[in-house]
C-alpha cells in the first residue's frame, strides 16, 4: 500500500509539515520554499476530491498528464508529424503559403516528399507543347443575362470568414490585401462590419438564415436595410448561404464570449449570449422558394450578381434546384459548392466528420446536373474547399469549378499557424479572436501585404500549371487532366470515375444511370 500514489501524498504530506516546522525554527528566510511544498499540499488534497479519476488516484503527479495533453497538438506540429503527414494541412502546404505570403521563393530541394504511389494520390500528365497563359484568364466574369451589373472576378477569392469568428484586424488585413490585389472578400454570414468597410476592397455579401445586418428583430429579412447596405459602390456580389461545409444542415454558433458590443452591434444581437443561426431560412423551405427569395435580392440591388452556397448533401435536392430553374426561369449567376472538409471555425465533430460530400465529389455532380439541364454556361460554379496552392485551382477546375475561394490559406497569410482554438478565444496569432490583445499582434499594413502577396503568387501558380498541361485556357481543363490513385489498381482520370454529360442530356431523357433514380425523385417545390 506504501506504493500506492495517495498513501504517498500522505507521506508527502507529513514531511511537508515537518519541513515547515523546521523552516520556521531555524531559517525564517527559507519559508518560501515552505509555501511552496504546502501549495502543493493543498494542490494534493483537492485533488483527492477532483471529478477526475486520474487526481483522485494520482495527486499533483496526475497533472502532468494533462499537462502533455495540453501540449500535443504543439508537439506533433513541432516534432513528430512528417512534411506531408499533418492535418487538415501539412506542414508542407503550410511552408508553401508562408513563403509566398513573404515573397519568397517557393522551391524545395531534392525532390518531392509524397508517396506516387499511396492511394488517394492526384496527379496530372504535362504536355511537350506547354502553353503561355494570357493573363486574361486570371479573370472571370460573373453574371448571366438576368444580371444588370455583371462583376469582372479574380480566379481566386476570400472565402467566407465572418467579423466574429475573425479578428477586426484579420477581416482588415484581407480586405486591405483584396484591394491592392484587386480581388473580392466574402463577408461571412456576420454581416459587413467596419474593418470590411474601411480599406474598400470588394465585398461579396453573404446573406445567411440570420440574416445578420439585414434583419428585424424577430430575427426575418429586413429588404430595405438589406437594398441599403447592398448598393454600396463596395459590394459587388451577393451570396446567399444554405449550407456550409464544415456543419452542414446545423447551422452556425458564435460563442457568447466572442460576441462583443462590436460583434453584437454590427450583427444587430444582443452582447455577450451565443448567437446561433438556425439550420434553415425562415424565407424559403422549397427550391423554387429559393430562387424567387434570390430574384428579390438580385431586384433590390438593381441587378447586382447574385447566387448561393451549398454543401453538397442529397443529389435529388440539388437536382430539385435545378427543376425550379427550368420551371421558374430564374437562374443564378454563380453557385459556389462549399466542400464538406472544409471550416475554419468550430464545429461539432460528427458533422465535422462524416456529413456531406467532399468537394472533388461534389463539382462534377454539379457540374454534370448544369450541364444536363442546359444551364452550364450561364452559371459560375465557384469551388471552396481546401484550396491553398495553384495545382489545388487547376484540380477543381478541371472536376467542375470556374473559379476557386480561399479561407484558410488566407488565414495562414495572415499569420495563423494551425493551433486549432479558433472557438476558444484564444487563438495565439490573433487571427481567430475578439481579445483585443491578442488581436493587436496581427499588424494590417504588413500583413494585408502578405494577403496580396499569397494571392498573386497561388494565381500565377495555377496559370503557370494550366499551360503546363497544354492548354491555353482555363475553360478547357477537363476531368481527363486529373489522375486519381485509388486504393487498388492503377490511377484514373475523374472522367473515367464520372459519367459524362452533354448539354441537355437530362432534358431529352438521356440521363446516365448514376443520375436517373435522384432526378426522377427531385421536385422544384420540395427539398
Known amino acids: 500500500m506504501l506504493g500506492h500514489p495517495r498513501a504517498l501524498y500522505l507521506i508527502y504530506l507529513l514531511f511537508t509539515t515537518a519541513v515547515t516546522v ?13 509555501a511552496i511544498l504546502v501549495a502543493l499540499a493543498i494542490l494534493g488534497a483537492m485533488d483527492l476530491r477532483s471529478q477526475h479519476n486520474v487526481l483522485r488516484n494520482f495527486p499533483i503527479i496526475g497533472h502532468l498528464r494533462y499537462m ?10 513541432y516534432f513528430f508529424e512528417s512534411e506531408t503527414s499533418g492535418r487538415p494541412f501539412n506542414r508542407e502546404q503550410r511552408e508553401v503559403i508562408y513563403k509566398r505570403a513573404r515573397g519568397e521563393p517557393d522551391t524545395s530541394p531534392f525532390g518531392t516528399m509524397r508517396d506516387f504511389e499511396d492511394a488517394g494520390f492526384s496527379f496530372s500528365q504535362h504536355s511537350m507543347a506547354p502553353k503561355t497563359l494570357d493573363a486574361a484568364h486570371a479573370r472571370i466574369t460573373i453574371g448571366n443575362s438576368q444580371c444588370a451589373q455583371p462583376y469582372s472576378s479574380s480566379r481566386l477569392n476570400i472565402s467566407a470568414m465572418s467579423f466574429g469568428s475573425l479578428s477586426g484586424n484579420a477581416v482588415g488585413a484581407m480586405n486591405r490585401g483584396a484591394k491592392l490585389g484587386n480581388f473580392a472578400q466574402d463577408t461571412g454570414e456576420g454581416a459587413i462590419s467596419d474593418y470590411h468597410r474601411e480599406h474598400g476592397g470588394d465585398l461579396i455579401w453573404e446573406i445567411a438564415s440570420a440574416y445578420f445586418g439585414c434583419r428585424h428583430k424577430d430575427g426575418s429579412f429586413n429588404a430595405d436595410e438589406f437594398a441599403e447596405k447592398a448598393n454600396t459602390e463596395q459590394v459587388k456580389m451577393i451570396e446567399i448561404k444554405i449550407s456550409q461545409g464544415a456543419k452542414p444542415a446545423h447551422g452556425g454558433l458564435l460563442p457568447g464570449k466572442k460576441v462583443t458590443a462590436e460583434i453584437a452591434r454590427v450583427r444587430q444581437i444582443e452582447q455577450g449570449r451565443d448567437c446561433q443561426s438556425p439550420a434553415t431560412h425562415p424565407e424559403f423551405d422549397t427550391p423554387r422558394g429559393l430562387l424567387e427569395f434570390m430574384q428579390k435580392l438580385r431586384e433590390l440591388t438593381h441587378g447586382k450578381p447574385v447566387g448561393f452556397k451549398l454543401c453538397l448533401g442529397h443529389q435529388h435536392e440539388f437536382m430539385g434546384i435545378c427543376k425550379a430553374m427550368l ?5 443564378p449567376d454563380f453557385i459556389t459548392v462549399d466542400g464538406a472538409e472544409g471550416g ?21 455532380i454539379v457540374n454534370n446536373c448544369l450541364r444536363g439541364i442546359g444551364l452550364r454556361d450561364d452559371i459560375v460554379v465557384i469551388a471552396s474547399g481546401k484550396v491553398a ?50 488581436a493587436k499582434a496581427l499588424e494590417v499594413m504588413g500583413k494585408s501585404l502578405q494577403v496580396r502577396n499569397f494571392h498573386d503568387a497561388t494565381i500565377k501558380s495555377f496559370m503557370d500549371i494550366t499551360g503546363a498541361l497544354g492548354v491555353s485556357s482555363p475553360e478547357e481543363l477537363a476531368p481527363i487532366h486529373v489522375y486519381h490513385r485509388p486504393q487498388y489498381g492503377p490511377a484514373e482520370t475523374y472522367e473515367q470515375m464520372h459519367p459524362t454529360v452533354a448539354p441537355g442530356d437530362f432534358l431529352n431523357d438521356r440521363i446516365p444511370d448514376a443520375y436517373r433514380r435522384d432526378w426522377q425523385r427531385a421536385r422544384a417545390d420540395a427539398f
Open 389 to 438: 496552392m495553384g495545382y489545388d485551382m487547376v484540380v477543381k477546375l478541371a472536376l467542375g469549378a470556374d473559379m476557386c475561394n480561399a479561407a484558410r490559406g488566407f488565414m495562414f497569410s495572415t499569420g495563423c499557424i494551425q493551433s486549432r482554438r479558433c472557438h476558444t478565444d484564444t487563438c495565439p496569432t490573433g487571427v481567430a479572436t475578439q481579445d483585443p490583445r491578442r
Open 68 to 77: 502533455m495533453e495540453f501540449l500535443r497538438p504543439e508537439l506533433r506540429q
Open 22 to 34: 523546521v523552516l520556521a525554527i531555524l531559517a525564517p528566510t527559507g519559508l518560501w520554499i515552505a
Open 344 to 364: 475554419t471555425g468550430a464545429a461539432p465533430t460528427e458533422f465535422e466528420d462524416f456529413i456531406g460530400t467532399y468537394i472533388n465529389e461534389a463539382l462534377p
Open 327 to 331: 420551371e421558374t426561369g430564374i437562374t
